[in-house]
């Protein structure tokens, strides 16, 4: 009988523990409570326990301290760590710690389970005298060499950046399980301490332990803060051995470290063999792509990922800005959308971060309605607002903005940089200089980025005193200092002063980077600086910069520019990818040097390859028809741009035809298509026409043109020269005199002839008329020695080339002084017989230069590649690969 009722005692047990057990909702709970209550099994120590640890799971503390209350006072140790358990697993660590207090001064003896709860809720709490304290009490009772203390231990001391400590008690252990070591490795890696962190994971290692997805995670992440992807491939090969790969706590890890280090193609294959991905797989790539410049890709993943997750701000921040860097105004839309339908919070940084979006897509009108709409505003509210209204071009709005702004907070250093960048395009030297003396008043002038920005708008207001002075004056100088300086020293024509700005930088060791590179090149391009530009290209190799696009593209442009079109060549072959301006930069190489039909096959394999010529392109391919005399070609190539490309041609692309046909005879018919043009010819289209008529002697034309160009009221000096050059060689001297005081009036200069030549890398340069230069009188003596041979050979003057109002010795005179032949003279004596000579030019030779190059190179046996306004010409054995046609 009494084994019966045992037996179904323990019964009844079972059946009660198994239902608490498997009790999902605090309805099913609270029944079997009742049930135990009136069955008075509830003050049991089993069941109690057991009633405590579920109200805990259901997230229900309070019911645990009346269950708990209704066995006290209870002397069972079991008991009081259930209720310490219950208080620490629901966050109610003041609670927990009580509750062992209170154990404490009852005397009831604690044991290794009451530990783990009581080091838990001490951390929780941050309480780190309580916690010390309580380790004392561990080693009181000698539970020192417990591992769950010992690793509740390791993960309290972590927690409170005591990793000294942490790492003391790890080293006692007698015995360490995957837990202890992961405690102290995420420790590490929580606290930034990288090296500590990998240390510890190759000692576990060592030690035999077998990695899980949490020291997995940690490692990846100090691999990650490291920047030491290596280490973190080694680990992605531990986790495939191990079989963990698949996790999605590990793929997560391994993303955001291929992501950091821009290692795309393995970020997109994680991605793509993950089974499960949650919320911070999708936030990890989404984020990931936006910050390594792939927007569209950013975008898209974004749309799937709102099928199924919710992202958080910090990803929807992030598409933001992919949208605003790419112009997507209808994603950006979307997003904006989606944060009012699932009511994110739109506070002060997401609405700048939306007035920022919804300027550069420029839809002004949205900016505005949420710059309006904001209850407060800070300085980068009204930051983005001004600069989306200067992108709009809206330059009177953005100053009145910006005091509307100072009456409302002060402005800050990147308000006054974002102005500034609109002085560049208003050419205000005034505001300019307005600016600047308030940036001295608020104290900004000192900052780095203020005064990069100052030395850049004041060279391209024309003020390159003054940006130097900026520049000389700064303590600090950044890499973005360097570049901005050697940009405004090619944009103000300064390039001597611009090598030795690369010269200092060398000198005081600052390292160039990409901006740094595209800077240089310009240099070199515009001086025909062989030698500078190969240096520059060895920087370029020495960095790794050589598969940069944007260089490699430079680079063609530079070499063809110095002459040296197998150079330009090469770099293209090298280049594994190509975009339309690589292309172009080719084409335009070989229409510069004539090779008029090499530009049309390369136009033609672009288009095969995929690329989709732009406007840029098709300037290109028609300026070397025209330079090539392929009107037919050019003729389709202009036709086709609308045709086929719906791009609308532009003043350029009607200048370039009207060249092509003025060029090559058909100057009636160049004369009809600019009076039948959709848009109003410019001076450069008339320029065109009247510098062929000029050459051709067509003299009807030349005066109509030459009409048009002083209605227009140009501002440049060139078009009032070449109509006083046209009435010059008519004789018309009075309308000679009549353009050269309209030229006077409106104060405009006209360019100096100039040329230079490099020797032994260092550049010599000689402007039309010049005395005063190094070898002077050897040069003039050498130069008339050459006249007397070529006369013999059958040179006579070309006195048209003169556009003045002097006898015929005069005109002979300064056609003399001209810049080439000066520069030519100087190379003769300079280098050695029989070496090649390179001369650049600012303008486009004149005939009778033309002529005595051609001579010269003949009767000294030399070879001289000249690059004048247009394109290059090569003199050899007394001719010119241009064929008299330029």
Known sequence: MRSSNLHLHQSLYFSISKSLSSTSNTKQLHKLHSFLITSGLDRTVFFSGKLITKYAHLKDPHSCSLIFTTISPTNNVYQWNTIIRAMTHNGLFIEALNYYNKMRVLNIKQDTFTFPSVINACAGLGQFETAKIVHEHVLEL?????????????????????????????????????????????????????????????????????????????????????????????????????GIDVETRVCNGLLSLYFKSNYLKECQRVFSEMDVKDTITWNTVICGYSQACVYHVSIKLFMEMVREHKPDLLTITSVLHACSHIGDLQSGKFVHNYMSVNGYECDMKTSNILIDMYSKCCYLPAARDIFNKMKSRDSASWNALINGIIKASQYEEALATFKAMKMDIKPDFVTYVTVLSMCTLLKNFMLVQQLHCETIKTGFNSNVMLRNALIDVYAKSGNMEDALTQFENMKDRDIVTWNTIISACSHSEEYKLGFRMVSRMRIENMLPNMATILCMLPLCSTLGAKRQGKEIHGCVLKFGFESNVPISNALIEMYSKCGN??????????????????????????????????????????????????????????????????????????????????????????????????????????????????????????????????????????????????????????????????????????????????????????????????????????????????????????????????????????????????????????????????????????????????????????????????????????????????????????????????
């Open 142 to 242: 000698g539970f020192g060499s417990d591992l769950y203390i010992g690793n509740a231990l390791i993960d309290m001391y972590a927690r409170f950046c005591e990793l000294d400590k942490a790492r003391q008690v790890f080293d006692e252990m007698p015995k360490r399980d995957v837990v202890s070591w992961n405690s102290l490795v995420s420790g590490y890696s929580a606290h930034e301490m990288w090296e500590d962190a990998l240390e510890m994971f190759y000692h576990s290692r060592l030690a035999g332990v077998m990695p899980d997805s949490f020291m997995v995670s940690s490692v990846l992440s100090a691999c990650s803060g490291l920047s030491v992807v290596m280490e973190g491939q080694m680990v992605h090969g531990l986790t495939v051995k191990f």
């Open 565 to 886: 079109l197998r150079n330009s060549l090469l770099v293209f072959e090298h280049m594994q990818m190509r975009d339309v301006v690589t292309w172009t930069a080719l084409i335009y190489a070989y229409g510069m040097y004539g090779h008029g039909m090499m530009a049309v096959t390369s136009f033609e394999n672009m288009k095969a390859t995929g690329i989709v010529p732009d406007q840029i392109a098709f300037l290109a391919i028609i300026f070397a028809c025209s330079h090539s005399g392929l009107v037919e070609k050019g003729r389709f190539y202009f036709n086709q741009m609308k045709k086929d490309y719906n791009i609308d041609p532009k003043i350029e692309h009607y200048a370039c035809l009207v060249d092509l046909l003025s060029r090559s005879g058909r100057l009636i018919e160049a004369e009809k298509f600019i009076l039948s043009m959709p848009i109003k010819p410019d001076a450069s289209i008339w320029g065109s026409l009247l510098s062929a008529c000029r050459a051709s002697g067509h003299t009807e034309i030349a005066e109509r043109a030459s009409k048009h160009i002083m209605k227009l009221n140009s501002e440049n000096a060139g078009y009032y020269i070449l109509v006083s050059n046209v009435y010059a060689s008519l004789g018309k001297w009075d309308q000679v005199r009549m353009v050269r005081k309209s030229i006077k009036a409106k104060g405009l200069k006209k360019d100096a002839g100039k040329s230079w030549l490099d020797i032994d890398k260092k550049i010599y340069a000689f402007s039309s008329g010049d005395k005063f230069f190094e070898q002077y009188e050897e040069v003039n003596k050498l130069l008339e020695a050459l006249y007397d041979l070529i006369a013999k050979e059958g040179y006579v003057a070309n006195l048209r080339s003169v556009f003045h109002d002097v006898n015929e010795d005069e005109k002979r005179d300064i056609l003399c002084g001209h810049s080439e032949r000066l520069a030519i003279a100087f190379g003769l004596l300079n280098t050695k017989p029989g070496t090649p000579l390179q001369i650049m030019k600012n303008l486009r030779v004149c005939e009778d230069c033309h002529t005595v190059t051609k001579y010269i190179s003949k009767i000294v046996q030399r070879e001289f590649l000249v690059r004048d306004a247009n394109r290059f010409h090569f003199f050899k054995n007394g001719s010119c690969s241009c064929g008299d046609y330029w």
